[in-house]
């Protein structure tokens, strides 16, 4: 972890503090650059939409157990995931722009159960997480809107109270 040098518009003085997913890319990409990214997102939600991990009901399903659709979908995405970080460590993968990937180790704290169960009361009352949130609006479910505003609030309300809040 790189400590990096902040000012807080709420505290009375500069401090170090340490970043989980610290920014430090040595190069910048352009916006033309970027665009491989914007089809990657697209493509994304065209999986998200076909592979029906958008659909309310679905995840209504899994929240009440009668379905084992998403729970394939999240139990494929972990192994790909852990595959991938084992690849990554293993080979020692760079980036596109060659720059070496460091995976920061975690530490467990009881801040991440409280936020755990809030986001997935969440997800069950709205239906919603936000990875599918843009995929349902890209489809035409406006309501999801207020689901998007209330996740945009929710992180400046946690950014707001960090301090504060048991970690």
Same mark, same amino acid.
């Given at each position: 972890?790189?400590?990096i ?19 430090? /890319?040595?190069? /910048? ?8 990214y ?8 065209? *999986?998200?939409?076909?592979?029906? %991990? ?7 399903e ?14 494929s995405?972990?192994? *790909? ?5 084992f ?5 020692? %993968? ?18 991440? %159960? ?9 997800w ?14 890209? /489809?035409?479910?406006?309501? *999801? ?15 707001y ?7």
């Amino acid at each position: 972890m790189q400590p990096i040098t902040t000012t807080n518009p709420r505290a009375t003085e500069n401090r170090e503090i340490g970043c989980d997913a610290p920014n430090v /890319s040595k190069k /910048s990409e352009s916006g033309l650059a970027n665009l491989k990214y914007m089809l990657v997102g697209l493509a994304f939600g065209i *999986v998200f939409v076909k592979a029906e %991990i958008i659909s309310w009901f679905r995840i209504q399903e899994m929240f009440r157990f009668d379905s084992f659709h998403m729970y394939g979908v999240i139990g494929s995405a972990v192994m *790909v995931g852990m595959l991938s970080v084992f690849l990554i460590k293993r080979f020692n %993968i760079r980036t596109l722009n060659g720059e070496q990937v460091y995976i920061m180790p975690k530490t467990f704290n009881k801040g991440q %159960i409280y936020g755990g169960l809030l986001f997935g009361f969440g997800w069950a009352i709205t239906g919603a997480c936000p990875g599918p949130l843009f995929a349902q609006i890209g /489809s035409g479910f406006w309501a *999801v809107l207020v689901t998007l505003l209330s996740a945009i609030a929710g992180t400046w309300l946690y950014g707001y109270f960090r301090e504060r809040l048991p970690h």
